[in-house]
C-alpha cells in the first residue's frame, strides 16, 4: 500500500505535465491562426456578407461611381450678318459676349452652367448650310428618307453617365435626324434623358415621345424645356430656374 502512493503521485504529476505542455501548443497555434491573413476568398465573402446586411434604405441614398451628367445638343447657327449687335441676331442665332451661338447652342450652355456635367455637341460628317432656305430644304429631304446622318463627333465613356439632357431644335415638326442618329449609336438603358428644345412655333411636337418609343430602356422626363426662338435671347432666367428644377448636379 505505501508503494502504491508513489507510483499515483509519479502518475498525477505526468498528467499534470501533459495537460500544460496541450494547452500551451493550443494557446500558440490560436496566437498564430490570429496573426495569419485572412484568405481573399474568405475576405470576400465576409464584405459580401456585410453588405448584405445593411438596409435597402442605406443603400439608396448612395449616389453611384462613375455617376455623371452629360449635356448633349445639336445646333446648327445660321450665316446672319451680326455687325454692330450685342444681344440677338437673328432668329437662329444668339449672340454672347461676341460669340454667335445657335439657339440650342445657348441654351445647352446655360444648362451646363446651372447643373455641371460635360457639355458635348453632335456634329455631322457632312456640314450643313449655313443660309436659311438651303438649310430648310436638306432638313425637310432627310426627314422623307428617314435618313440617319454620319456622326463626325462622339461620346467617350458613355457609359459613365447617368443624366443625359439633350437638346435639338424642332424641324419640320420633328428632331433633326442627326439626333435620331444620335440615340440610335448608344446605350441608354437605365439612364435618364432630359429633353430641351427650341421652336418656331410648333413647340416640342411630340418628339418627346418619340424619345421614349425610341429608348424603351431610358425614364425620359416628360417636363422638357420649351422654348420659342424669338424669346432665347431673354431666357437665361427661364433655363436656369428649369435646370436648378432638375434637382441634379454634378
Given at each position: 500500500?505505501?508503494?502504491?502512493?508513489?507510483?499515483?503521485?509519479?502518475?498525477?504529476?505526468?498528467?499534470?505535465?501533459?495537460?500544460?505542455?496541450?494547452?500551451?501548443?493550443?494557446?500558440?497555434?490560436?496566437?498564430?491562426?490570429?496573426?495569419?491573413?485572412?484568405?481573399?476568398?474568405?475576405?470576400?465573402?465576409?464584405?459580401?456578407?456585410?453588405?448584405?446586411?445593411?438596409?435597402?434604405?442605406?443603400?439608396?441614398?448612395?449616389?453611384?461611381?462613375?455617376?455623371?451628367?452629360?449635356?448633349?445638343?445639336?445646333?446648327?447657327?445660321?450665316?446672319?450678318?451680326?455687325?454692330?449687335?450685342?444681344?440677338?441676331?437673328?432668329?437662329?442665332?444668339?449672340?454672347?459676349?461676341?460669340?454667335?451661338?445657335?439657339?440650342?447652342?445657348?441654351?445647352?450652355?446655360?444648362?451646363?452652367?446651372?447643373?455641371?456635367?460635360?457639355?458635348?455637341?453632335?456634329?455631322?460628317?457632312?456640314?450643313?448650310?449655313?443660309?436659311?432656305?438651303?438649310?430648310?430644304?436638306?432638313?425637310?429631304?432627310?426627314?422623307?428618307?428617314?435618313?440617319?446622318?454620319?456622326?463626325?463627333?462622339?461620346?467617350?465613356?458613355?457609359?459613365?453617365?447617368?443624366?443625359?439632357?439633350?437638346?435639338?431644335?424642332?424641324?419640320?415638326?420633328?428632331?433633326?435626324?442627326?439626333?435620331?442618329?444620335?440615340?440610335?449609336e448608344y446605350d441608354f438603358e437605365g439612364k435618364t434623358i432630359i429633353p430641351?428644345?427650341?421652336?418656331?412655333?410648333?413647340?416640342?411636337?411630340?418628339?418627346?415621345?418619340?424619345i421614349s418609343k425610341l429608348e424603351p430602356g431610358a425614364q425620359v422626363l416628360?417636363?422638357?424645356?420649351?422654348?420659342?426662338?424669338?424669346?432665347?435671347?431673354?431666357?437665361?432666367?427661364?433655363?436656369?430656374?428649369?435646370?436648378?428644377?432638375?434637382?441634379?448636379?454634378?
Open positions: 500500500m505505501r508503494k502504491a502512493v508513489p507510483f499515483l503521485l509519479v502518475v498525477a504529476l505526468t498528467l499534470a505535465v501533459t495537460s500544460c505542455g496541450m494547452a500551451e501548443k493550443g494557446k500558440s497555434q490560436n496566437e498564430a491562426a490570429a496573426q495569419e491573413p485572412v484568405k481573399p476568398e474568405t475576405r470576400a465573402f465576409e464584405e459580401a456578407r456585410s453588405t448584405s446586411e445593411v438596409s435597402a434604405e442605406d443603400t439608396k441614398s448612395e449616389p453611384s461611381e462613375g455617376s455623371g451628367v452629360l449635356v448633349a445638343y445639336f445646333s446648327v447657327p445660321e450665316d446672319v450678318d451680326t455687325s454692330g449687335v450685342d444681344t440677338v441676331a437673328g432668329a437662329s442665332i444668339v449672340v454672347r459676349d461676341g460669340e454667335k451661338l445657335g439657339n440650342t447652342e445657348y441654351v445647352a450652355r446655360l444648362i451646363q452652367e446651372t447643373v455641371g456635367g460635360d457639355l458635348f455637341r453632335i456634329e455631322t460628317v457632312e456640314a450643313y448650310p449655313l443660309d436659311h432656305d438651303p438649310l430648310v430644304d436638306q432638313a425637310a429631304d432627310e426627314q422623307d428618307e428617314n435618313a440617319r446622318p454620319q456622326l463626325a463627333s462622339h461620346v467617350e465613356d458613355f457609359e459613365q453617365y447617368e443624366t443625359v439632357l439633350l437638346g435639338y431644335p424642332n424641324w419640320w415638326g420633328d428632331m433633326p435626324m442627326p439626333v435620331y442618329s444620335f440615340l440610335e430641351f428644345i427650341t421652336h418656331g412655333g410648333s413647340r416640342a411636337s411630340g418628339t418627346v415621345g418619340t416628360q417636363d422638357a424645356l420649351v422654348i420659342s426662338r424669338n424669346d432665347v435671347a431673354d431666357s437665361e432666367e427661364t433655363v436656369t430656374a428649369w435646370a436648378e428644377g432638375l434637382g441634379i448636379k454634378n
